[in-house]
């Protein structure tokens, strides 16, 4: 069966992830995205990867800051992701009314997030209709809680809870 760009898109959406808010400063403004394409790469040094659409306007903060925050989302932050997502198009400034802090880049970090990885960015890869943007993580942290996962188009907690 030959690949098109839809059954490719449906392939892909069986593979379930985790949910999480890529965010970045430029000139004192925080900019954020929701994004499903993040790994670690390696331990030592501690990096990860994020990919973001070319054409999204976080991934041009991204290239012209060097830096990035990812915010692993938890079960409870389905609105956040949806938010950063942009699926409610009238909130112009998604960060108004969250508690956001930062860490050594000036990344927001999101409040209550599962985990969260400070970077700066060390290699940049242009590939297809993504750029892959590589971090080292300078700063991060973590509290318990269960993840947000997004699998077949569809958000919610789907991990069993003990």
């Known amino acids: 069966m030959s690949v098109t760009s839809t059954t490719f898109k449906e392939a892909m959406s069986r593979w379930s992830s985790g949910v999480t808010v890529v965010t ?8 954020g995205t929701t994004a499903s394409s993040f790994t670690s790469v390696s331990a030592e040094p501690p990096l990860v990867l994020i990919c973001l659409a070319r ?14 925050a ?7 932050q389905l609105e956040i992701g949806k938010l950063f997502a942009g699926m409610y198009p009238d909130i112009e400034d ?8 930062t860490a050594e880049t000036g990344s927001p970090i999101i409040p209550d997030s599962l985990a969260w ?9 242009e590939e297809g209709d993504h750029t892959i943007f590589v971090g080292k993580v300078l700063q991060s942290d973590i ?20």
């Open 24 to 31: 970045s400063v430029l000139d004192g403004t925080w900019k």
């Open 55 to 68: 054409k999204l306007y976080t991934r041009e903060v991204l290239a012209q800051s060097g830096v990035f």
């Open 70 to 76: 990812v915010n692993i989302l938890s079960d409870e």
């Open 94 to 101: 998604r960060f108004e009314g969250k508690d956001c802090f």
């Open 117 to 125: 990885v400070d970077c700066e960015i060390v290699s940049t890869y």
């Open 143 to 162: 509290q318990d809680g269960q993840p947000l996962l997004y699998h077949h188009r569809q958000w919610g907690e789907f991990s069993k809870k003990e």
